[in-house]
């Protein structure tokens, strides 16, 4: 007797079609759902108040912040709370970081409540990023230094590999409606030269190597990205 027709006669169901696809088919459900969950907590922004936010002892020092006139500010000066970052216009984390200041500013720079202070610390592998900071200050000049911090960051891809990063940044400036022959003699000039190598031996002072840096008063930030940065500064804004 067949298989099917002993399972007939006892009386046994036989086996659906598709049964085992549906178990399969539940089981990746279930695997995603637990997959999903987990980056959901694993990448979920921090709290003001979680414990594995950067912090400092209480006898840390405060950032001297008398060498502040060494970098290019934003922000009142009486903010409650000051962050800085240490950055070279090559440096690829540096161009993820400048989408967060940005976001820096409009959330809590432009309401008062963070001023923030840009430092150059050009580093010596990159070839061009003396000069991106040059740039960004002759564009300061003419009170653009932001919007070209902000192009140099960018378009950080096409001017690292030009052969000539100065004519670029002439045309950035006239796209921002700069005078550019004042640009292009600052520039060409080397007038902003001995500002950047002070700011660089700011960050030699304080034993800053890497960029980007990033500092919200005296907390070194491990991971500077939105959701760190935004935690700290809203614990550190509470707590004053």
């Known amino acids: 007797m067949g298989e099917a027709k002993r399972r007939q006669s006892a009386g046994s169901p036989s086996p659906r079609k598709g049964s085992g696809k549906s178990v399969i088919y539940i089981g990746l459900v279930v695997v995603v759902v ?75 720079v432009d309401p008062g409540k963070v001023r923030f202070v840009f430092f150059d610390l050009p580093l010596p592998q990159h070839t061009y990023s003396v000069r991106a900071a040059m740039a960004a200050r002759c564009a300061g000049d003419q009170d653009q230094y932001w919007t070209m911090h902000d192009r140099l960051f960018a378009e950080q891809n096409r001017w690292e590999t030009s052969d000539n990063p100065g004519e670029m940044f002439s045309g950035y400036a006239s796209d921002l409606g700069l005078d550019t022959r004042r640009f292009d003699r600052c520039l060409e000039s080397e007038l902003h030269r001995e500002a950047i190598e002070d700011s660089r031996q700011v960050a030699r002072q304080l034993k800053v190597a890497s960029t980007p840096t990033v500092l919200v008063d005296n907390i070194p930030l491990n991971s500077p990205h939105w959701g760190q940065l935004s935690a700290v500064v809203e614990r550190e804004l509470g707590e004053d």
Do not use: N
């Open 34 to 108: 637990a997959v999903v969950a987990a980056l959901y907590y694993m990448t979920r922004p921090p709290t003001p108040d979680s414990d594995s936010l950067p912090d400092v002892s209480a006898d840390t020092p405060a950032f001297p912040a008398e060498l502040d006139r060494y970098g290019i500010s934003v922000g009142p000066e009486d903010a409650e709370v000051v962050v800085r970052e240490f950055a070279d216009y090559q440096c690829p984390a540096c161009a993820r970081f400048a989408d967060v200041s940005q976001r820096l500013k409009t959330e809590y």
